[in-house]
Protein backbone atom coordinates (compact mmCIF):
# COMPACT_ATOMS: atom_id res chain seq x y z
CA UNK A 1 0.00 0.00 0.00
CA UNK A 2 1.21 3.35 -0.13
CA UNK A 3 3.69 4.57 1.96
CA UNK A 4 3.94 8.36 4.10
CA UNK A 5 6.72 9.20 6.11
CA UNK A 6 7.27 11.40 8.71
CA UNK A 7 11.36 13.14 9.30
CA UNK A 8 12.31 12.73 12.34
CA UNK A 9 10.63 10.13 14.09
CA UNK A 10 11.23 11.96 17.42
CA UNK A 11 13.00 15.09 18.19
CA UNK A 12 14.44 17.15 21.33
CA UNK A 13 14.47 20.96 21.03
CA UNK A 14 15.33 23.46 23.60
CA UNK A 15 12.44 25.96 24.38
CA UNK A 16 12.25 29.18 21.97
CA UNK A 17 14.50 27.01 19.32
CA UNK A 18 12.10 25.79 16.17
CA UNK A 19 11.84 22.70 14.79
CA UNK A 20 10.80 21.43 11.30
CA UNK A 21 9.19 18.06 10.32
CA UNK A 22 8.20 16.87 7.26
CA UNK A 23 5.84 14.88 6.14
CA UNK A 24 6.39 13.03 2.59
CA UNK A 25 4.31 10.75 -0.01
CA UNK A 26 6.27 7.82 -0.84
CA UNK A 27 4.48 6.26 -3.74
CA UNK A 28 1.66 8.89 -4.36
CA UNK A 29 1.23 12.47 -5.00
CA UNK A 30 -0.33 14.08 -2.05
CA UNK A 31 -2.57 17.04 -3.40
CA UNK A 32 -3.93 17.60 0.26
CA UNK A 33 -2.12 17.11 3.66
CA UNK A 34 -3.34 17.24 7.12
CA UNK A 35 -1.78 17.88 10.42
CA UNK A 36 -2.53 16.61 13.40
CA UNK A 37 -1.46 16.98 17.10
CA UNK A 38 -1.98 14.45 19.76
CA UNK A 39 -1.24 14.67 23.50
CA UNK A 40 -0.64 11.40 26.23
CA UNK A 41 -4.02 9.75 26.24
CA UNK A 42 -5.97 11.80 24.14
CA UNK A 43 -7.33 11.66 20.85
CA UNK A 44 -5.90 13.09 17.30
CA UNK A 45 -6.88 17.11 17.04
CA UNK A 46 -6.52 18.13 13.59
CA UNK A 47 -4.52 21.38 13.24
CA UNK A 48 -4.54 22.46 9.77
CA UNK A 49 -5.22 21.50 5.93
CA UNK A 50 -2.42 21.86 3.30
CA UNK A 51 -3.04 21.72 -0.29
CA UNK A 52 -0.08 22.13 -3.03
CA UNK A 53 0.75 25.76 -3.78
CA UNK A 54 -1.46 27.45 -1.25
CA UNK A 55 -1.68 28.86 1.89
CA UNK A 56 -2.64 26.46 4.76
CA UNK A 57 -6.33 26.34 6.29
CA UNK A 58 -5.66 26.04 10.28
CA UNK A 59 -8.36 24.40 12.59
CA UNK A 60 -9.96 27.21 15.35
CA UNK A 61 -7.61 27.36 18.05
CA UNK A 62 -4.47 26.74 16.09
CA UNK A 63 -2.04 29.82 15.97
CA UNK A 64 -0.59 30.01 12.23
CA UNK A 65 2.05 32.01 12.92
CA UNK A 66 3.31 29.73 15.39
CA UNK A 67 2.73 26.31 13.75
CA UNK A 68 4.19 27.07 10.12
CA UNK A 69 3.21 25.29 7.11
CA UNK A 70 4.35 24.63 3.82
CA UNK A 71 3.14 22.25 1.35
CA UNK A 72 5.76 23.45 -1.71
CA UNK A 73 5.30 20.15 -3.93
CA UNK A 74 2.68 17.08 -4.29
CA UNK A 75 4.70 15.59 -2.03
CA UNK A 76 6.41 16.77 0.22
CA UNK A 77 4.84 19.02 3.21
CA UNK A 78 6.52 20.73 6.49
CA UNK A 79 5.11 21.81 9.54
CA UNK A 80 7.46 24.37 11.19
CA UNK A 81 6.88 24.66 15.25
CA UNK A 82 8.21 28.11 16.07
CA UNK A 83 9.42 29.22 19.25
CA UNK A 84 9.13 25.85 20.81
CA UNK A 85 7.47 25.65 24.43
CA UNK A 86 7.32 22.46 26.65
CA UNK A 87 3.55 22.64 26.03
CA UNK A 88 4.45 22.20 22.67
CA UNK A 89 5.74 18.82 23.58
CA UNK A 90 3.45 16.24 21.36
CA UNK A 91 2.88 13.31 18.62
CA UNK A 92 2.48 15.56 16.10
CA UNK A 93 1.09 13.01 12.65
CA UNK A 94 0.27 13.83 9.28
CA UNK A 95 -1.89 12.57 6.74
CA UNK A 96 -1.57 12.57 2.84
CA UNK A 97 -4.78 11.99 0.81
CA UNK A 98 -4.56 11.26 -2.94
CA UNK A 99 -8.11 11.90 -3.43
CA UNK A 100 -10.35 14.24 -2.60
CA UNK A 101 -12.68 11.43 -0.49
CA UNK A 102 -11.78 11.18 3.17
CA UNK A 103 -10.51 7.47 2.83
CA UNK A 104 -8.28 8.16 0.53
CA UNK A 105 -5.29 9.04 2.74
CA UNK A 106 -2.62 7.59 4.58
CA UNK A 107 -1.34 8.26 7.93
CA UNK A 108 2.47 8.87 8.77
CA UNK A 109 4.01 7.04 11.62
CA UNK A 110 3.96 9.90 13.77
CA UNK A 111 6.70 12.57 15.12
CA UNK A 112 6.95 12.76 18.76
CA UNK A 113 8.50 16.16 19.93
CA UNK A 114 10.00 16.87 23.49
CA UNK A 115 10.60 20.75 24.29
CA UNK A 116 12.92 20.83 27.56
CA UNK B 1 -19.32 15.72 11.40
CA UNK B 2 -22.03 13.83 13.41
CA UNK B 3 -21.21 13.19 16.81
CA UNK B 4 -19.85 9.32 17.48
CA UNK B 5 -20.08 7.76 21.15
CA UNK B 6 -18.04 4.37 21.40
CA UNK B 7 -17.19 2.67 24.92
CA UNK B 8 -13.91 3.65 26.26
CA UNK B 9 -12.46 0.03 27.13
CA UNK B 10 -13.42 -3.68 25.87
CA UNK B 11 -11.57 -6.67 26.35
CA UNK B 12 -10.98 -9.88 24.23
CA UNK B 13 -9.77 -12.91 24.02
CA UNK B 14 -7.49 -14.04 21.43
CA UNK B 15 -9.39 -15.72 18.38
CA UNK B 16 -12.39 -14.89 19.54
CA UNK B 17 -14.57 -12.13 17.59
CA UNK B 18 -14.28 -8.25 18.77
CA UNK B 19 -17.31 -6.82 18.32
CA UNK B 20 -17.13 -2.89 18.83
CA UNK B 21 -20.08 -0.73 19.20
CA UNK B 22 -20.56 3.03 18.05
CA UNK B 23 -23.69 4.64 18.19
CA UNK B 24 -24.00 7.97 15.78
CA UNK B 25 -27.79 8.60 16.39
CA UNK B 26 -27.44 12.21 14.26
CA UNK B 27 -25.95 10.81 11.15
CA UNK B 28 -27.30 12.38 8.32
CA UNK B 29 -27.82 10.94 5.01
CA UNK B 30 -24.34 11.62 2.69
CA UNK B 31 -22.48 10.64 5.93
CA UNK B 32 -20.03 8.07 6.04
CA UNK B 33 -19.26 5.87 8.91
CA UNK B 34 -15.33 5.10 9.53
CA UNK B 35 -13.58 3.31 11.42
CA UNK B 36 -9.51 3.67 11.74
CA UNK B 37 -7.18 2.33 14.57
CA UNK B 38 -4.20 2.99 16.42
CA UNK B 39 -1.71 1.45 17.78
CA UNK B 40 0.30 2.96 20.64
CA UNK B 41 2.43 5.23 19.33
CA UNK B 42 1.81 4.94 15.51
CA UNK B 43 -0.20 6.61 13.32
CA UNK B 44 -4.08 5.90 12.58
CA UNK B 45 -4.72 2.83 10.17
CA UNK B 46 -7.92 2.73 8.25
CA UNK B 47 -10.06 -0.32 8.47
CA UNK B 48 -13.35 -0.38 6.79
CA UNK B 49 -16.02 2.11 5.89
CA UNK B 50 -19.76 2.30 4.39
CA UNK B 51 -23.25 4.11 3.89
CA UNK B 52 -25.86 1.85 5.21
CA UNK B 53 -24.85 -2.09 3.53
CA UNK B 54 -22.56 -4.04 5.33
CA UNK B 55 -19.23 -4.49 4.60
CA UNK B 56 -16.26 -6.63 4.46
CA UNK B 57 -12.56 -6.60 3.90
CA UNK B 58 -9.50 -8.47 4.98
CA UNK B 59 -9.24 -6.71 8.03
CA UNK B 60 -12.87 -6.47 9.42
CA UNK B 61 -16.60 -6.32 8.85
CA UNK B 62 -19.08 -3.47 9.34
CA UNK B 63 -22.62 -3.73 10.00
CA UNK B 64 -24.36 -1.02 9.89
CA UNK B 65 -28.75 -0.91 11.45
CA UNK B 66 -30.64 -0.40 9.31
CA UNK B 67 -31.62 3.52 10.43
CA UNK B 68 -27.55 4.02 10.46
CA UNK B 69 -28.03 5.26 13.86
CA UNK B 70 -25.28 3.01 15.21
CA UNK B 71 -22.58 0.30 13.85
CA UNK B 72 -20.74 -2.64 14.61
CA UNK B 73 -16.99 -3.45 13.66
CA UNK B 74 -16.22 -6.97 14.01
CA UNK B 75 -12.84 -8.34 13.75
CA UNK B 76 -13.64 -12.18 13.25
CA UNK B 77 -10.38 -13.72 15.09
CA UNK B 78 -8.81 -11.18 17.26
CA UNK B 79 -5.14 -11.69 17.81
CA UNK B 80 -2.61 -9.66 20.01
CA UNK B 81 -1.86 -7.52 17.56
CA UNK B 82 -5.07 -6.00 17.34
CA UNK B 83 -4.71 -4.19 20.45
CA UNK B 84 -4.93 -0.44 19.88
CA UNK B 85 -7.68 2.06 20.20
CA UNK B 86 -10.27 1.85 17.49
CA UNK B 87 -12.15 4.70 16.31
CA UNK B 88 -15.85 5.37 14.63
CA UNK B 89 -16.12 8.53 12.22
CA UNK B 90 -18.57 9.69 10.87
CA UNK B 91 -18.26 12.58 8.26
CA UNK B 92 -18.86 13.54 4.83
CA UNK B 93 -17.79 11.78 1.41
CA UNK B 94 -18.14 14.20 -0.50
CA UNK B 95 -15.14 15.39 -3.04
CA UNK B 96 -13.79 18.77 -3.05
CA UNK B 97 -10.93 19.53 -1.13
CA UNK B 98 -11.90 20.78 2.15
CA UNK B 99 -14.81 17.48 2.56
CA UNK B 100 -14.18 14.49 4.04
CA UNK B 101 -11.62 15.77 6.84
CA UNK B 102 -11.60 12.97 10.13
CA UNK B 103 -12.47 14.26 13.20
CA UNK B 104 -11.09 11.54 15.85
CA UNK B 105 -13.15 10.73 18.97
CA UNK B 106 -11.55 9.28 22.17
CA UNK B 107 -12.33 6.41 20.58
CA UNK B 108 -12.04 2.76 22.42
CA UNK B 109 -9.25 0.70 23.92
CA UNK B 110 -9.29 -2.77 22.71
CA UNK B 111 -7.13 -5.22 24.65
CA UNK B 112 -6.90 -8.69 23.29
CA UNK B 113 -5.30 -10.92 25.89
CA UNK B 114 -3.91 -14.63 25.72
Known amino acids: GAVVSQHPSWVICKSGTSVKIECRSL??????MFWYRQFPKQSLMLMAT?????????EQGVEKDKFLINHASLTLSTLTVTSAHPEDSSFYIC????????????FGPGTRLTVT | DAKTTQPTSMDCAEGRAANLPCNHS???????VYWYRQIHSQGPQYIIHGLKNNETNEMASLIITEDRKSSTLILPHATLRDTAVYYCIATNNAGGTSYGKLTFGQGTILTVHP
Open chain 1, 27 to 32: DFQATT
Open chain 1, 50 to 58: SNEGSKATY
Open chain 1, 95 to 106: SARYGNLAYEQY
Open chain 2, 26 to 32: TISGNEY
